[in-house]
């Protein structure tokens, strides 16, 4: 039986599902290694401090530290330290929306030198349909039983460490073992465990992105109708949802954007053999909206001779994440037909960036590209032709109305 100085090791540890859950762990008491490329986050980690927002986490990261239950490293041989390898490594499509499938297989390729059958290998990401049983196979070529278990993420980015207690963890394995090995594991810090197979597990993580992509193309869709006759949507489904909890599920309007929900839906059409008619007609309408908006704001405003604001460029609220975020793509359409544009955030970093007040005072037309909770108490003048599509600004106006 091989021996063990560390119990966990999170590949990908510095990134927003590695180290959440290197924090939950080392808050359970393990031992763990964050084993990562990017040394400048974990320069950043190890001084305390995170490298983005996550609620929650700078206390448990103080502690870790003080305990000395933190390990960093660069060096793929520290795998073989821990008894259990949870790989959380990025999964994106390419440029055409296809999947980079060989991305997994490509690191358990360079990494199965150092990873040993007695250790348990956690896949965390999210894969492309059979990826894990793919995983399986590659390390089993030398004749020994793996155990390799699909434990699937399903944290809200930003709100990891609350709902790490919270969520269900639904738990998978090539084997008796695997299952049971990753159960003893995520016992340590979720609430509940259920057990899928394998693939039932990696089609219930994707069916999750795609459903909630689904969902929000609804609103979004509704939305654009409604503006089309002049009626305010947020009206509409605030009335729609009230006491009625057959509409309740209803998702406000807004922009559906972050590195995963259209990912994950291409992921699924690709597996299909690009056959997925709900999933495509939900990225036409996410990944329209923000033309749709330029559209409605180009009938009111000659947008050569215009300057927009647009108030939040993260991909979701209270979060410094810019990853796929469509208020970028918002800004690029707009300056496209001519107008001048200007970014402001209360999260994001970046020097070009004006602040909220400046923005205010400077722009005709403003844009709420997310709902970060600072812009709701924000009060616009009446001059300013304000599109507030969660309807969070301080006051009614051409398109949100509180
Ligand atoms: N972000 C979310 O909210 C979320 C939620 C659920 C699931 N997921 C899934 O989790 C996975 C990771 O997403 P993320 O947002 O944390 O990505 P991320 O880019 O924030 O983190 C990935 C980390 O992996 C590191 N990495 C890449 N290759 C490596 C290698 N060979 N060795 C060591 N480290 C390596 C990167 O440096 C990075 O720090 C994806 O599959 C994603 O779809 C993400």
């Known amino acids: 039986m091989d021996q063990y100085d560390q119990d966990i090791c999170v590949v990908g540890g510095a990134g927003h599902v590695g180290l959440p859950l290197a924090l939950a762990f080392a ?18 980690i190890k001084s305390g401090r995170m490298p983005f927002i996550e ?29 259990y390898v949870i790989v959380t490594i990025g999964t994106p499509v390419d440029e055409y929306l296809n999947p980079k499938l060989r991305a997994l297989l490509d690191l358990f390729k360079q990494l199965r030198q150092y990873l040993r059958p007695s250790q348990t290998i956690v896949i965390r990401s999210t894969v492309f349909p059979r990826t894990c049983r793919q995983v399986e196979r590659l390390l089993s070529q030398d004749g020994n039983q793996w155990r390799v278990a699909y434990c699937p993420e ?5 709100f990891a460490i609350k709902e790490l207690k919270e969520l269900p963890q639904i738990v998978s394995g090539s084997s008796p073992e695997a299952v049971e090995s990753a159960t003893a594991l995520f016992d340590m810090v979720a609430p509940e465990i259920v057990h899928l197979e394998i693939e039932e597990a990696e089609l219930a993580k994707l069916f999750s992105n795609a ?24 009206h509409v489904r605030e009335a729609m949802v ?21 990912k994950d839906t291409m992921q699924l059409a690709a597996f299909n053999n690009n ?59 707009l300056r496209f037909h001519g107008a001048d544009v200007l970014y402001s955030d209360e999260f994001v970093k970046d020097p070009t960036f004006v602040s909220k007040e400046e923005l205010i ?18 009060v616009l003048p009446p001059h300013i032709d304000a599109v507030d599509l969660w309807g969070v600004l301080g006051k009614p106006s051409c398109h949100g109305v509180m």
């Open 27 to 44: 808050a359970a008491g393990q031992r763990v290694i964050i084993n990562d490329l990017n040394t400048a986050a974990m320069d950043v």
């Open 55 to 83: 609620y929650g986490a700078e206390p448990l990261l103080a502690e870790a530290l003080k305990a000395n239950r933190l390990l960093f490293s660069s060096d793929p041989r520290d795998i073989a330290r821990a008894k």
């Open 154 to 158: 399903r944290i809200a980015q930003g």
């Open 211 to 234: 459903w909630r992509y689904i969902q929000f193309a609804a609103a979004n869709q509704f939305y654009m109708l409604a503006n089309s006759i002049g009626v305010d949507f947020n």
């Open 242 to 262: 009230r006491g009625y909890g057959r509409a309740a599920t209803l998702p406000s309007a807004g922009f559906a954007a972050g590195p995963c929900l259209l």
């Open 275 to 333: 056959s997925f008619p709900l999933g495509h007609a939900a990225m036409a309408i996410n990944e329209g909206l923000p033309n749709f908006l330029v559209d409605m704001v180009s009938r009111r405003h000659n947008l050569s001779e215009t300057r927009v604001g647009i108030l939040g460029m993260a991909f979701k609220a209270d979060i410094d994440d810019i990853r796929d975020s469509l208020s970028y793509k918002l800004g690029k359409v």
């Open 361 to 378: 005072a400077r722009a005709q037309v403003v844009i709420v590209g997310v709902p970060h909770t600072a812009y709701k108490a924000l």
